[in-house]
């Protein structure tokens, strides 16, 4: 193809950047003429995500490699303007290009705001890969030392081979400029911190555990009377709990009781708190808050994956309970050290959905998390609202060694379906599947409501036990959630497993592929 120069939009010693038209078909690209051979461009060339501008050609020679790219129309993340929610969302979609490239072996090594461009369509795409590199197992440090300085990670500086941690680091400095004042915020605090450390070891195992972190600070900004949300981190991310009726339990359902659970005393190793302590609240001084008691045990239940607590009445808001908790992994099975060991995940729960019987026990599905072999502890306290109580103590839990990390996935629910029935007090929606026969009872699924424009509006998790006893064979979609009378909604379903040993959750893309949506209900019919 023969091409005519528009402008030229970058000239250095080592490359130039010109903004072309092609003189036959006038479709407007980005050439690049890089010194030298910069092979990961013919890698990319056989990747495709939606947040990649598309390579049209690469050729290389001993001299030069010329890159034929598609012109983006948008704004650097850095110049654009955008609310804080976009940010976020922002920041989301660079983890998931991310985690795809580190998946294929491309380390991008210069992420900045200015590398990432918010298009035209709303979402990002990543650009300038003349830093990157393919991994190579057998070095010790990178042949050539690239990066931009505040950016950069340390062993970028010739300290060690560049790795996934590498993009990890300048990622967290992204979300540091990013986000501004809203990165002191403790939850984005802790991410950017957590991204940014020296150690390599001590940082995000992957982009997709940055992108399970955003997902949680997303909802951690107070909700409306109107929706009472339960935050429970799961599987790819968090996951947001639209509460259905007041008596229907929302959630993963109640665990069966031939599992540890409501009532039984921790297996042999968990950490409790003493009697004494863990059934008062500490009173304070005058006019300071009531420390809150803390969760009286807090244990796993077998191999489920779920941990187990004592529930707490007085904590959380507006009658919801609520709870913070921290994850953890150790190599070997010794003493648990939170300030050392590895703390892999941390969030919030708030809803009365994981309220077990009238032994008023607590759970949460942990197994999404539980990535790479190992002992896991975590510890849970109780949320205080701010207004009377402050938050409790933290109480620890016993071990549970995690043997899965090379398990096979559960399959996808598969016949995705809407099914209505009519009552007495209306119509209720239910999201259906035809292969829930192939999960175990304790399995449990998230099914995500999008709207017309594939906007997040709520999500429910229940247990295949759960879902049998209510007898409909889905999750309850509330109405309340249906409220555009003229307009569409879809779902998706990811089933979470309870035997995180055997099986690991079913995929859950980022983006999300067409064939892993319901179709569409039109609210007008």
Not at 186 to 212: E, F, W
């Amino acid at each position: 193809m023969e091409y005519e120069r528009i402008r030229l939009l970058k000239e250095s010693e080592k490359s130039t950047v010109e903004l072309v038209r092609e003189k036959e078909g006038g479709r407007v690209c980005i050439r690049k003429l890089l010194r030298g051979r910069v092979c990961v461009y013919q890698k990319l060339r056989e990747l495709n995500h939606p947040y990649l501008p598309e390579l049209y050609e690469v050729k290389i020679s001993e001299d030069v490699t010329t890159v034929m790219e598609e012109y983006i129309e948008g704004r650097a993340l850095g110049e654009a303007e955008m609310s804080g929610k976009q940010t976020v969302a922002a920041l989301r979609e660079l983890c998931s290009v991310l985690d795809y490239l580190h998946r294929n072996g491309i380390i991008h090594r210069d992420i900045k705001p200015s590398n990432v461009l918010l298009a035209k369509d709303g979402h990002i795409r990543l650009i300038d890969f003349d830093a990157a590199r393919v991994v190579k197992e057998e070095l010790e440090q990178d042949t050539v030392l690239l990066g931009t300085r505040g950016y950069a990670a340390p062993e970028q500086y010739g300290f060690a081979q560049t790795d996934e941690r590498t993009d990890i680091y300048a990622l967290g400095m992204t979300m540091k400029q990013l986000l501004e004042e809203k990165g002191e915020r403790p939850i984005y605090r802790h991410m950017i911190q957590k991204c940014t450390n020296l150690d390599p070891d001590k940082r995000y195992r992957s982009a997709g555990q940055v992108r399970a972190a955003l997902f949680w600070g997303k909802y951690v900004l107070p909700t409306t009377a109107a929706v009472a949300v339960l935050l429970v981190c799961v599987c790819m991310g968090a996951a947001v709990f639209g509460r259905t009726e007041p008596t229907v339990q929302t959630g993963t359902g109640p665990v069966q009781q031939d599992e540890p659970g409501a009532g039984q005393q921790p297996e042999s190793g968990a950490v409790q708190q003493p009697e004494s302590e863990a059934v008062q609240g500490t009173e304070g001084e005058e006019g300071s808050l009531v420390v809150l008691e803390p969760p009286r045990t807090a244990y796993w239940s077998g191999e489920t994956g779920f941990g187990i607590w004592g529930n707490v009445p007085e904590s959380g808001t507006d009658g919801e309970v609520g709870y913070k908790w921290k994850l953890y992994r150790m190599d070997t099975a010794s003493e648990p050290e939170p300030q050392r060991d590895e703390l892999v995940m941390e969030g919030g729960i708030r809803g009365n959905g994981g309220i077990i019987g009238e032994d008023n026990t607590y759970y949460n599905n942990f197994a999404g998390f539980l990535e790479k072999n190992g002992f896991y502890y975590f510890e849970v306290c109780a949320e205080g609202d701010g207004v009377r109580y402050e938050n409790s103590p933290f109480v620890r839990s016993d071990l549970f060694e995690y043997t899965g990390e090379n398990a096979p996935m559960l399959p996808a629910p598969e016949g995705l379906a809407w099914k209505m029935f009519d009552t007495e007090n209306g119509r209720n929606y239910y999201a259906i599947w035809s292969n829930i026969e192939d999960y175990a009872d304790e399995d449990s699924f998230n099914v995500t409501l999008y709207d017309k424009d594939g906007n997040y509006v709520m999500n429910n998790i229940w247990t295949k036990q759960y879902i049998l006893e209510r007898g409909e064979g889905g999750i309850m979609i509330n109405r309340e959630f249906l409220t555009d009378l003229e307009g569409k909604y879809r779902f998706t379903v990811q089933a979470l497993t309870s035997r995180p040993n055997e099986y690991q959750s079913s995929p859950m893309p980022d983006p999300i592929p067409e064939e892993y949506f319901s179709p569409w209900f039109h609210r007008y019919n």
